[in-house]
């Protein structure tokens, strides 16, 4: 079976300082990637999205920045974090080619910039 | 701009009754529409989706979709208090390559 997982589970982090997330998935090969954002009284936000290695798609022009090093590992970065940046990070996979683009979540980080 | 709305709720019911829970879209190419399931301080869990028109059942959950109207509802049977979480309703447009475009959620609290 498929597994996903993240790290850290939560971070916190001064504005100005940089930022790694790291999302890995077992048990699949291919996968689609996402990042989103869950900020505090708001919806889901798809922030990237990756449907292979070194491929990345910005859905929100900000200061973070994804890659996608490994067939099945998906990194968030940032150079330095605004306050604005705090929130619930999720990555999540889908099937390659599944046209009903079912996705499935990680653990999360609950990052908060101070 | 493709918007998915739900009502933010609390929706409060008691146990064992029937939840019914909301959710309408903007965009007609929308293909395929899921329902997940956020307890307090976790992570979304799928616990449904449904394409074609018409009921889909799995256990004590049923999903409702009628595209005429841009609608997608999730009744939820014998409700208990393990059901109280908030429920994201999501909606993918055919060929956007794995937008899913997400409600805010309603927040489902089940009285004991």
């Known amino acids: 079976s498929q597994t996903i997982h993240q790290w850290p589970a939560t971070l916190v982090q001064p504005v100005g300082s940089p930022l790694s997330l790291e999302c890995t998935v077992e048990g699949t090969s291919n996968p689609n990637l996402y990042w989103y954002r869950q900020a505090a009284g708001r919806g889901l936000q798809l922030l990237f999205y990756?449907?292979?290695?070194?491929?990345i798609s910005s859905e929100v022009p900000q200061n973070l920045s994804a890659s996608r090093p490994q067939d099945r590992q998906f990194i968030l970065s940032s150079k330095k974090l605004l306050l604005s940046d705090s929130g619930f990070y999720l990555c999540?996979?889908?099937?390659?080619?599944?046209?009903?683009?079912?996705?499935?979540f990680g653990p999360g980080t609950r990052l908060t910039v101070l | 701009q493709k918007e998915v709305e739900q009502n933010s709720g609390p929706l409060s019911v008691p146990e064992g009754a029937i939840a019914s829970l909301n959710c309408t879209y903007s965009d007609r190419g929308s293909q395929s529409f899921f329902w997940y399931r956020q307890y307090s301080g976790k992570s979304p869990e799928l616990i449904m989706f449904i394409y074609s028109n018409g009921d889909k059942e799995d256990g004590r959950f049923t999903a409702q979709l009628n595209k005429a109207s841009q609608y997608v509802s999730l009744l939820i049977r014998d409700s208990q208090p393990s059901d109280s979480a908030t429920y994201l309703c999501?909606?993918?447009?055919?060929?956007?390559?794995?937008?899913?475009?997400f409600g805010k959620g309603t927040k489902l609290s089940v009285k004991p």
């Open positions: 999540a996979w889908s099937v390659s080619g599944d046209s009903y683009n079912e996705q499935f």
């Open positions: 999501a909606v993918n447009v055919w060929g956007s390559q794995g937008n899913l475009i």
């Open positions: 990756s449907v292979g290695i070194g491929q």
